[in-house]
């Protein structure tokens, strides 16, 4: 029977105090989750908890507002676990008080249909968000309960999650329903992981065994409404994945965010309940998204039509949807399908989203975001300070709030460092509490030292990522450089019995590499990205100043990289000589024959995450090459 | 004072019999006429002229449909003008019946508001088509009179003119307002041309120089109908060119065939009152268009959203709008600015738009249109049988059967050809008419022999137009070498006294030729065209079984050109080794760090204009180049 090999590492347990993640973490604590704060309540978000709102009032409370608020919970729980803050946890104390007292008599729990539709529940599953919304209360409720020990929220997500096993479920008598937009199959898992009532985890099993089944739910559903199933709007059930069993899904289809979430779920069920077939579900889908329809940076779902996936290398960079939410989701699913097992494929998509896709998503200053993540912009695309759809805005607060979890894992036999984050964790490995130390500059230097600290001496082994990037590295155990070690799967292990002191030096070489996409992917033909370590780059206009599309990357470029400390709170640069195609002999024709002109040009390029930070303009990640 | 130095050659002095044009036409008169007959027939189009109308009938007649049979009648005219029929003439005669009677007493003529939505009059000139469907009406009249010499039509024509100007003009009492569809003012000027009478050409003109005056009169209108003004659904009076006054605009601006009929007309008011500063807008215009806002194929407008421009050099190629009425009005626009100037670059757009863009409009059997033509597509842009929006389809009839008027023009001094189409033709030149007879093979061959007819010998100039895309010619007239002669603004001109039996050959050199786009085109950078003579190619995927994005054509390819006979009614074939970029050593990464593998690949081109008529697939124009 599968289960998943490792266990994440637990947020308590691991302190990040790097340059890079430690003073993102601190802003995402000190300006965002206060900023989102003040949003939600300026939105009428909070005050829609009141139950307050009659017809002809405004704001209308919206069918997804509930769960910013959830994610928001979350997002600050987290930040609690790690940075206890009275005042912080009398916020959110607020709220749970008013959500407590928005739950209704039955356990029922939805702002928006208890005063804006009531007695419309459940009818329609397939556009509205009820049970999306539950899942995130669910979520919310069990990072409360973790971060503060409180049952509050618990308590009341444990009510409403018993009210929904009432309804929903294959029994006669109950809904054969499930969530257009999934959500509430992985957060029940971790609702069963928290309570141990096994009856959570069975939903979440029933709500993705009957996604797709015929007959189709959402048809009966909209047939009940009195609707036409056929004039569904989206045009295709492919929208919620709810197009065919999740077993016999293949591709990555739809509305991005939403299939990401129901992976992360389909994997959490095929671990609980030791489901192979499902988990090979899981590895058909992860094989077509990232082998074929995954951005460069980590981001996914092309296109804006359905917030989501399209064809298979169909990866436009201008009219890239690539919702931050949905690269927030990669880094779920990747991390779940990690624990399944410790191979660097699920690491490296796991960093490159969470690094450059994910990361992109807010800004330096912590207060304005992207919904979208293109890769090529005309000047016309910037960070907003607001969404009239906000889901984005929590979603990075909550992964970075949370980020220690993917940082580490232990099994019984090893301890597992998958991304290098400076800090420190206490593992629990063979037996004991085994304390690690990792020093390093990453992602702007591949050097990382770990100190290991076993209570007592023992025997185990640690794991070392060695990203697919890295095609050269070096390891040293106590100053001995240890060269007969082989990564496999993209971890090096190193077996021994460790005892307190000792060290380990990792040198993850990290040149500046022009990456290629595959050439089915039209839109990157004949061009190159600069990637260097887990960073993709792009040239941003405020430090190129001629046409960007007009720069050419020969293939044999030497371009350097250069720290510096007072650009974009601290980035390599990385620079130097390439060309520009010059346009002076043109005159006013638009169209000739002439050989092309180039003129040497010095380009600056800046990590993707740090882009519209300054003066907004053209940016490019996708550059012109030679051949 | 400014004037037009050259009038075109009259339709019915023309023939064509060339081995290009000449089953163009003939598929244009027995194929696309009447089906576009039989089209306008069944979808209510004719029906909706005898007024029947009630409202719950279906359907519903559409406030520009007046115009569908108008365009039908002229092309059909135009028909007749050079192929007597008379069951064709009886079937116009027919529509002219139907229209006669649907006249209101007063003059008025559109179906629409007179069944639909009567009493609504002039009361949304930006919106509705009143006053662009009134255009086609005395358009239609006035071939219809030069073909047949009935006044029928033509009286309805000028009953309906007359009564517009008791509307409008500057007069107190007067509607001071101009058509959001631009049409009339050109149509105008060709009903004072044909009738003497003064006042069309004046309303013409009050129509072009009212447009854009402040208070904006579509303000007035709409605060009128009880609408914001402001809430403009387009966006911007840029949209219908009414942003500025005319003499103020510089940029080809919104709706692309809106833009091509307000510059026709501009052209035509600016020659007609020997209008400087008219004419100067137009070259503004002009320059602005095709050095800045045209695609290779003469294609224009880019936008699906305005149905229009952007802003300079934006071009993309999968999206791009380029509607085929855009480039049927390019070719109008150009035409009329070469008869003020015999000027090779009128004439070379003219051509490009012809032979390229405009031409593409219509299947090869004649019965399926494209209303975009893009010049990248995925495989999923095709040929349609019909448009719910019909403007194409005659636009496209009425350009190809009246074809003979663009290929010569005529002044006191000289004959002068712009095109090289096989056929003959009657001019009228120093006092007399003069004869020529033109065979070529033309757009295959560069050879063109024109045999001159005076009736008596004569002193005058004949002016054959070199093409830009020629760089090397030779002429011999009667046999004899004539080396020194060199063109001038694009024309070469040879003046002796000519006498029956003189004879020209002229060799135009039509290699094939890899062109390129100003590099501010950020979508062809990198890319080259093929092109030879006026004929731009395209690569479909029926002729090249690889992805089309992934062949390189290095810029020293030498490509071979074959006439193929029985290929899309003949066509010569551009063809020969390139490259295509292989992706065999790529198992199932979709980014990584190596060279990129070519094979060598043989390339199939055909001309743009004769793509998407076999089976469907993708096509390119523009095509990756090397360095």
């Known amino acids: 029977m599968i289960k998943k090999e490792l266990t994440p590492a637990q947020l308590g347990n691991v302190t990040i105090d790097d340059s890079f993640w430690a003073p993102r973490i601190e802003i995402n604590r000190e300006r965002t989750i206060p900023y989102e704060y003040k949003m939600f309540k300026a939105t009428g978000r909070m005050d829609s908890l009141k139950l307050g709102w009659e017809p002809g009032k405004e704001p209308v409370p919206h069918f997804f507002w509930d769960s910013d608020i959830y994610k928001w919970i979350e997002a600050a729980s987290y930040s609690l676990t790690t940075h206890p803050d009275s005042q912080l946890d009398s916020l959110i104390d607020g709220l749970v008080g008013l959500i407590t007292k928005a739950q209704q008599p039955d356990g029922y729990l939805n702002t928006y249909y208890t005063v804006v539709e009531p007695g419309k529940r459940w009818t329609n599953l397939r556009d509205r968000h009820e049970l999306y919304c539950a899942g995130h209360l669910l979520e919310a409720a069990v990072a409360h309960f973790q971060a ?259 940082v580490y894992s232990q099994s019984e036999t090893d301890a597992i460092v998958h991304l290098y984050v400076g800090g420190s964790a206490s593992l629990h490995v063979a037996g004991q509490t085994v304390g690690l130390r990792m020093d390093t500059r990453y992602p702007w230097d591949g050097k990382v030292i770990i100190a290991v600290e076993p209570g007592t001496p023992a025997s185990f082994g640690l794991k070392l990522r060695i990203p697919a990037w890295c095609r050269e590295f070096s390891l040293r155990v106590n100053g001995m450089e240890a060269k007969s070690l082989q990564p496999k799967h993209g971890y090096l292990r190193i077996e021994r019995e460790w005892k307190a002191g000792d060290c380990i030096e990792l040198s993850l070489s990290m040149p500046i590499e022009l990456v290629r996409a595959h050439p089915e992917v039209r839109e990157d033909i004949g061009c190159v990205a600069i990637q260097r370590g887990p960073l993709v780059y792009c040239l941003e206009q405020v430090d190129n100043k001629v046409p960007l599309h007009r720069i050419v990357l020969p293939e044999d470029t030497k371009l350097k990289a250069r720290f510096e400390q007072d650009l974009l709170d601290g980035v390599v640069v990385i620079h130097d000589d390439a060309f520009v195609v010059d346009d002076s002999d043109w005159d006013a024709q638009l169209y000739r024959v002439a050989k092309e002109q180039r003129k040497c040009f010095k380009i600056s390029a800046i990590p993707y995450y740090a882009w519209d930070n300054r003066e907004s303009g053209k940016m490019r990640v996708w550059t012109r090459t030679d051949t």
């Open 148 to 406: 503060t020990g409180k049952r509050t929220l618990l308590d009341v997500a444990c009510c409403y999650a018993d009210y929904i096993d009432t309804l929903f479920g294959s029994k006669p008598g109950k809904k054969p329903g499930y969530p257009g937009h999934e959500e509430i199959e992985l957060a029940l898992i971790k609702l069963y992981q928290v309570t141990g009532e096994r009856r959570y985890a069975t939903l979440s099993k029933f709500f993705v065994d009957e996604r797709g089944q015929q007959p189709h739910y959402y048809d009966r559903e909209a047939t009940e409404r009195g609707e036409d199933p056929t004039k569904f709007w989206a045009g295709t059930y492919e929208y919620n994945q709810s197009h065919k069993p999740v077993r016999e899904q293949n591709e990555a289809v739809g509305h991005a965010v939403r299939a990401m979430y129901l992976y992360s779920g389909m994997a959490d069920v095929a671990a609980e309940f030791g489901d192979e077939q499902l988990r090979t579900a899981c590895d058909r889908l992860w094989n077509n998204l990232t082998s074929k329809r995954m951005y460069i940076t980590g981001g996914i779902g092309p296109s804006r039509y359905n917030e989501g996936f399209t064809e298979d290398y169909d990866l436009p960079n201008e009219t890239a949807y690539a919702e931050t939410c949905a690269a927030v989701g990669l880094v779920f699913w990747a991390h779940r399908m990690l624990q399944f097992e410790c191979d660097g494929h699920y690491a490296d998509v796991m960093e490159r989203a969470l690094y450059n896709g994910a990361l992109s998503g807010v800004s330096l200053d912590g207060e304005k975001f992207f919904y979208g993540n293109p890769l090529t912009s005309l000047g016309n695309h910037h960070r907003q300070e607001w969404f009239e759809c906000a889901c984005c805005p929590p979603n990075i607060a909550r992964l970075i709030a949370s980020l220690g979890k993917y």
